[in-house]
């Protein structure tokens, strides 16, 4: 059934003129039928680099809005438009505007897991790849608003040494689910093995304390973005890594490394929106080219300010 599905999706991407990209967290049979995986960051270069008049955005919502607002006169198809985000979820533009009212001079940084009109109203955007980069690229006289994950933005701040930086108090229900006593057991249990931590982890601030205590292994422990864990793995000498992230990371990190060993600090840590797009839908989705994800010519105008700074940096 899947090989049937998978043979028409390819026939119809053809016929679409279509590109196919996928994010790290989707199910390993819609990884495969991609063009490009990868992180927030690189499906948002790719999207906007791209020639395809149409394309399907295997991710989230507000990953569609992004595809969207870069390419204005391509159609932006996600093939399930109930594939939200618990994090973007966590702030409206009423409650940013309500928040830069009372910080006037501040600059506003927005991880690109937010809404279309949440982008709007910020300065920057960023990814967990190039948080660091562009906090960093921001005068360090100016008070900054960072939002909405508060676990990333606390690792960024202390990255940074960035003292005037507010933190919005939002978290990814995935990642917030991964608690330092999931990685410390199954730490336990491979001895030998580097960790990886995704930054957004709600175990990532008891990681810096444990790093800097001692407890863990600095040079064996890495606090890193999706595509910092590909990096990573590819050519550290290690062959057994724990990660915290959600699981289907691993099915990249292992099919790119075939002989090493990638074990999930938590199993449970599933995403059931990025699950829900599916071969089946991305072949509806090419067939009919629908759903179609627009954004408001307004609220695009003013968001691509912030994307465009967030592809250029870093």
């Known amino acids: 059934m899947d090989e049937t599905v998978r043979e028409e999706i390819l026939a119809w991407k053809a016929r679409r003129a279509a590109v196919i990209l996928a994010h790290n967290y989707q199910l390993p049979e819609v990884q495969d039928i991609a063009d490009v995986v990868g992180d927030s960051l690189a499906l948002a270069r790719a999207a906007s680099q791209t020639e395809a008049q149409v394309i399907v955005l295997c991710g989230v919502h507000f990953m569609a809005e992004t595809a969207a607002i870069l390419n204005p006169n391509r159609i932006v198809l996600l093939p399930d438009v109930t594939a939200g985000c618990s994090l973007a979820d966590t702030i409206t533009v009423e409650q940013l505007r309500a928040w830069k009212a009372e910080h006037p001079t501040a600059t506003v940084v927005a991880y690109v897991n937010t809404t279309a009109a949440v982008k709007a109203e910020s300065d920057y955007c960023c990814t967990s790849s190039n948080a660091v980069a562009v906090v960093q690229a921001i005068p360090p006289e100016e008070e900054i608003l960072f939002l909405p994950d508060m676990f990333l ?162």
Not at 154 to 163: F, L
Not at 175 to 202: K, N, R, S
Request: net charge positive; aromatic share 4%; glycine share 6%.
């Open 153 to 314: 933005g606390e690792y960024v701040r202390q990255t940074t040494g960035r003292k005037n930086m507010h933190l919005w108090p939002g978290e990814c229900h995935v990642h917030a689910g991964i608690a330092p006593g999931d990685v410390e057991l199954t730490l336990a249990a491979h001895p030998t093995a580097d960790l990886l931590v995704h930054p957004e982890c709600g175990c990532t601030t008891a990681m810096m304390y444990l790093m800097a205590s001692g407890v863990l292994p600095p040079e064996r422990t890495h606090l890193l973005s999706t595509s910092g864990m590909q990096a990573y793995s590819r050519q550290a000498q290690a062959c057994e890594f724990v990660v915290a992230t959600e699981v289907d990371m691993l099915y990249r990190l292992r099919r790119e490394n075939p002989h090493k060993n990638f074990v999930p600090a938590d199993p449970e840590a599933i995403c059931q929106y990025m699950k829900k797009i599916t071969l089946p839908k991305v072949l509806r989705s090419l067939q009919t080219l629908q759903p179609v994800v627009t954004v408001p010519p307004e609220i695009a105008r003013r968001a691509l300010r912030a994307l465009e700074r967030m592809v250029a940096i870093g």
